[in-house]
């Protein structure tokens, strides 16, 4: 097993697409971040902790990651050659997931490191109570777990859905519109959403939801799709 991700950690490394999605995190990271605090002036600690939490931040790019990943090995056909190695497919789609998570962890770490670096001067100059070292260990490690689940989760989708254009159109279709049309139902379905639980877990839970419940909830989401995704992939012929 570890052989096998190591292998698909090269094909991660080797790519372009990895370092364009990291590049695009890295972005949208500092964009948060300085929005957040230089416009948003955050004062309590709820605010401030939303305004470092950059596991939500990158999530989507690093879900969609996962996603453009998964769809390229049937995309390039490069799934056949990978079988012949690996002929256990259950095997080898966990170590492309793992992979893919272990790449989004690393992406975080440095995030992470951006984040904070650049939060805390920043937030040092902001009214209201400052934040405890508890609150930066819980954004970090909500930051961490987001991130890691969201490409793993983005594998599991693109085996599912194996086209690339559809997997990324019905990430971001069933995010910014089909969830919140859901939730114009019932408003405490807000609570249980893909989109929503990054959030909560990147920040340390917020004032609706502990942190524990919403990492439960992003768990829930990502062992529903890889579980699937393995499923039916043992069942297809490779192309």
Not at 111 to 124: D, E, K, N
């Amino acid at each position: 097993m570890n052989r096998l991700i190591a292998g698909e950690l090269i094909k991660v490394r080797t790519t372009r697409t990895a370092l364009g999605f990291a590049a695009a995190a890295l972005l949208l990271v500092l964009a948060s971040v300085l929005v957040s605090i230089l416009a948003g002036h955050p004062d309590t600690i709820e605010d401030k902790r939303s305004a470092l939490n950059f596991g939500n931040s990158i999530s989507f790019v690093l879900l969609l990651l996962g996603a453009v990943g998964a769809t390229g090995e049937f995309r390039h056909r490069t799934l056949a050659p990978a079988v012949l190695i690996a002929p256990d497919r259950l095997r080898l789609f966990t170590a492309r997931t793992a992979a893919y998570a272990l790449t989004a962890l690393a992406v975080a770490v440095l995030m992470a490191v951006v984040t904070l670096a650049i939060g805390i001067p920043l937030l040092g100059g902001e009214s209201g109570p400052d934040l405890a070292g508890g609150d930066y260990v819980r954004i970090a490690a909500g930051g961490l777990i987001v991130t890691a689940l969201s490409g793993a989760l983005g594998v599991g989708v693109g085996t599912l859905v194996r086209n690339q254009v559809f997997a990324v159109v019905g990430i971001i279709v069933w995010t910014t519109i089909a969830e919140p049309l859901i939730t114009l139902a019932d408003d405490g379905l807000t609570n249980y959403t893909l989109s929503s639980a990054p959030t909560r877990v990147g920040a340390g839970g917020d004032a609706e939801m502990a942190f524990l419940p919403a990492v439960l909830i992003l768990v829930a989401w990502t062992a529903v799709f890889c579980v699937a995704a393995a499923l039916v992939d043992r069942r297809r012929d490779v192309e």
